[in-house]
């Protein structure tokens, strides 16, 4: 059955409709984790997911694209059946098993034809991605770190080696199936008798099954394990960037390859120091007599301190840059950006007061003179 899609795709994603490439990957994988099934039970978010889906399967391909970008829906309806809008679309690295998704939602609505999603669900199955975060340091940003993560996964069951089958019995074609991971089913209808395919209930669609299920993993092949898994912060890392570690997601079923786990980075605030993008920015106080006569002060930067030099007249707002002194990037070291802050005391002594009425009066006077120049 085909998607009924009204609205637009691109309002379907959140994006401008000369978003790039990347921008448009970036909005989906987003909305891809906030509505994958298995995270959000909400009713209807099965239905945006598979708009989202459409949309992200016509605007990453170019010639689809530029179809419904000069006719709308019209273009995209009267050109490609749902089978075709799918068809080479490239769903992989979102940090979800997109494939395993959308062949539950459409079934078998795409047959064999549909672009990547050939692959049958008999034999080794692989285990799911999974994602989680990380909070590390502004410091630890900055150098590069490596944290601790703990993680719920299914492993390979330690009882039977991932076989499904109990020590001593093996694993053998499924009587129900016939080893083809299906079953069919003839149905009545007011159209005559209808044939449904659906996946073997009893091997779950691998074809083959055990002659004495595991009395731990129960046949499956898995089981739950917490795990301790060191996550290497590469230097210069920033927010909203996920670090992708191969292989440390859900162990596949029945001997398949392990899905992968996403980590997603959250640096926490910094006591003293902003960062924007590759540079980092402190703001510095400094009284009127140092904004007056020039001064040195120490500054925190993100891996220690730096002495600079504030210069005479000074005014608040001016900018220090300190070059190199930022954080790491792919283009070279960003700068440290000092903010001068002038503070006007609020108390002052009586002294102090003397001071500054003399000084006042000379301003005034060499004002005067200058006026009378």
Known sequence: MGMSTKRDYYEILGIDKGAS????????????????????????????????????????????KQKYDAYGHAGISGAYSQE?????????GFGVDMEDILRTFFGGAFGGGFGGFQRQRSGPQKGRDLQTGVEITLEQAATGATVELNLNRLERCSRCNGSGAEPGFTVVTCPKCGGTGQVQRSVASP???????????????????????????????????????????????DEEMYLTLRGQGDAGQFGGPSGDLYVGVKIKPHPYLLRRGPDTIYEAEVNVAQATLGAEITVPIVNGEEKIRVPAGVQSGDIIRIKGKGMPSRYGRGDHLVHVKVKIPTKITKRQRELMEEFAKDIGESKKGWFSR
């Open 21 to 64: 490439p990347e921008e448009i990957k970036k909005a989906f994988r987003k909305l891809a984790f906030e509505l994958h099934p298995d995270r959000n039970k909400d009713p209807g978010s099965e239905e945006k997911f598979k708009e989202i889906s459409e949309s992200y399967a016509v605007l990453s391909d170019p010639e689809k």
């Open 84 to 92: 075709d809008i799918f068809r080479g679309a490239d769903f992989s």
């Open 191 to 237: 159209f005559g008798r209808m044939i449904t395919v659906t996946t073997c209930d009893r091997c779950q669609g691998r074809g083959r099954t055990a002659e004495k299920p595991c009395a731990k993993c129960h046949g499956d092949g898995v089981e739950e394990a917490r795990r301790q898994i060191d996550v290497k912060i590469p230097p210069g890392i």
